[in-house]
């Protein structure tokens, strides 16, 4: 063999295997586990740590309100959309809960405010035409809204 | 002076020691494999991706438009403040009569979204007698089949994970911005503290936990729908949702394929 095609056989040997050498110590561990990208990105991803505790975990504890809000309109929400996320209040009951301030109308009116973009079976009020002069409170129970308190 | 080396020891030396490192990137990825196992204690061990396919569906009638989703979103994934950047966001829509006098069917189309309605919708100044209809569209990232964000990234950062979620890698990202233009629904964003994109993760760490998106678990309505297609339960939502109603995606014409389907859906959403 003439020396050249030995060297250039050599030195195609040498960058291939640099290129190898290299790939390997570049390429991150979990990379192709599950597609082209790096597979523990999924696994950091759902490593944070939710905020809202779900409507589940509520119902361990507060049965007895759970129970009076399936009864009446407000059914189809979730304690958390009026409280707030409160995960830390389930792991540690201790911890106080939001309450929300009952004479806050604004919580309310954030929902049912007669407003023409919103769907007609939404239960919509004119403010002003609704007893504006006393709170939702006095008349609505937040958790069962067609009972006077 | 005599030359010590030889061509054979040469060859030796470099042989071995590239045995060296190849072995020493086998121990870096077994000690890997370990780290993930133990160290990430927070993820949920039992999960698996080619388990599930989730799919997340919109009633368009049933949004009242409280925009309590798109404040559960930025509590929950720590969205940085400011009115541009939201993973999910509520758009008003405002159709007026047509012009008296005109043929059209309907007038001009007004779209709006004020802080992306994370403060609810205050009532609108048009007055109640120019409107011919209107309603509210919630949006989030449409996790398309053939996702043109993931095709654009030039390094592998984006990618469709097996059971459907549309996600970003922090770590690898270069926040070149190419997925953002890329995205025709307008879903990312670039965080203005880490300098990456970011967008909907589907609520990543509270699906893989058994829970529901933040938006879906806060929507007061039952707006929101979402499901897993490879394990529906009795009366499944999804399944009942998507033969009871006539449902749409947006931009169909793309050939996306969004795994997020809306009912009710008028023409002039875009």
Redesign the interface.
Known sequence: MPPQVFRLILLTVAIV?SYV?AR??LT???FRQ?????G?????????????A??KACLECHEDIQKKLFKDA?K???C??CHG?SSAHCADPDSAAKKPDKKNTTACL??H???????V??KQINVKNHYSSQKCAECHMPHQPNEVP | MKNTFSRRGLLTTLGAA?AG??SF?AA??AK??IK?VFV?T???KD?N?YDHKWLMCFDV????????CVD?CK???HVPEGPTYFRNWIE???IKKPKPGSDAARGEVIVDSPNGGRD??P??TIP?EE?LK???VPKLCNLCEHSPCTQVCPV???????DGAV?V?P??CIGCGFCIQACPYGCRFLNPETKTAEKC?L????I??G??P?CV??????ARIFGDLKHPVENDPIQNFIQKNKVNSLKPHLGTDPRVLYANLDKEVR
């Open positions: 295997g050498i390997q110590l991150p561990p979990s599950y597609g082209f990208y790096r523990e990105a999924l696994a950091e991803h759902a490593s944070h740590t939710p905020v809202f779900g409507r407000h189809t929400i979730g958390e959309t996320p954030r929902c405010e007669a407003n023409p973009s919103r769907p079976t939404q | 590239a490192v190849l990137a870096r990825k890997a494999a993930t990430r927070n993820a949920p999960y991706p009638d049933k949004c009242i438009g409280c925009g309590l559960a509590k929950e994934n008003r829509y405002i609810g919708f009532p609108t109640r409107i209107s309603f509210f592998g950062a984006t990618f469709d994970s097996p996600l890698d770590n690898y993760t609520c990543y760490h509270r893989t936990r829970l529901k933040a678990e806060i929507c007061p309505t039952e």
